[in-house]
T-cell receptor, first 109, second 114 residues
Framework: GENVEQHPSTLSVQEGDSAVIKCTYS??????FPWYKQELGKGPQLIIDIRSNVGEKKDQRIAVTLNKTAKHFSLHITETQPEDSAVYFC????????FGSGTRLQVQP | DSGVTQTPKHLITATGQRVTLRCSPR?????VYWYQQSLDQGLQFLIQ???????AKGNILERFSAQQFPDLHSELNLSSLELGDSALYFC?????????????FGQGTRLTVV
């Protein structure tokens, strides 16, 4: 089955700085790569996703890049704000998603 | 509000017992997924149902089982509970069968086994 590794496990940045979270996956058949944000006491919420026929996607301050050859994808958050503080999960899959272990992002004001 | 409803929100039970967690998917969604999130752990995929049929299975223990009913709600049954089963259990739903479409997560059921 699919195996997803996510790094770093924790990330602390100053407000306004950029944050980058990286994931690798093992199954070359995976064709969908979403990123979810989980705030305290809530369920994960999709923030951006990318499909295997696209190399990069951007939505305001958030961007995701995908390298299918190397089997890795990354989340980039620019101009971070305190409200970006949360746990972020990457996912990969073809049918049901396999998620990484999560990155706890702390944005210091 | 994602539109996915999970009940109960909290559950405390003793070792050896059996519990049932319930999930109502978003209106129109045919797929239901169950995930387990242990303390400081990621989301572990358990099982997926699509329109009443099992579609994919993850690392689900034999003590756990699930089903999806004709009205598309789903139940996750956990039996012979152990302390290590304490976790957040999330249900997610999506329109399609595959993971190509956005999965919407519920608020989760926090299970505590004492």
């Amino acid at each position: 089955g699919e195996n997803v590794e996510q790094h770093p496990s924790t990330l602390s940045v100053q407000e306004g700085d950029s944050a980058v979270i990286k994931c690798t996956y093992s199954d070359s058949a995976s064709n969908y790569f979403p990123w979810y944000k989980q705030e305290l006491g809530k369920g994960p919420q999709l923030i951006i996703d990318i499909r295997s026929n696209v190399g990069e996607k951007k939505d305001q301050r958030i961007a995701v890049t995908l390298n299918k050859t190397a089997k890795h994808f990354s989340l980039h958050i620019t101009e971070t704000q305190p409200e970006d503080s949360a746990v972020y999960f990457c996912g990969a899959g073809r049918r049901a998603l396999t998620f990484g272990s999560g990155t706890r992002l702390q944005v210091q004001p | 509000d994602s539109g996915v409803t999970q009940t109960p929100k909290h559950l405390i039970t003793a070792t050896g017992q059996r519990v049932t967690l319930r999930c109502s998917p978003r209106s129109g969604d045919l797929s239901v997924y169950w995930y387990q999130q242990s303390l400081d752990q990621g989301l572990q995929f358990l099982i997926q149902y699509y329109n009443g049929e099992e579609r994919a299975k993850g690392n689900i223990l034999e003590r756990f089982s699930a089903q999806q009913f004709p009205d598309l709600h789903s139940e996750l049954n956990l039996s012979s509970l152990e302390l290590g089963d304490s976790a957040l259990y999330f249900c997610a739903s999506s329109v399609g069968e595959g993971s190509y479409t956005e999965a919407f997560f519920g608020q989760g059921t926090r299970l505590t086994v004492v």
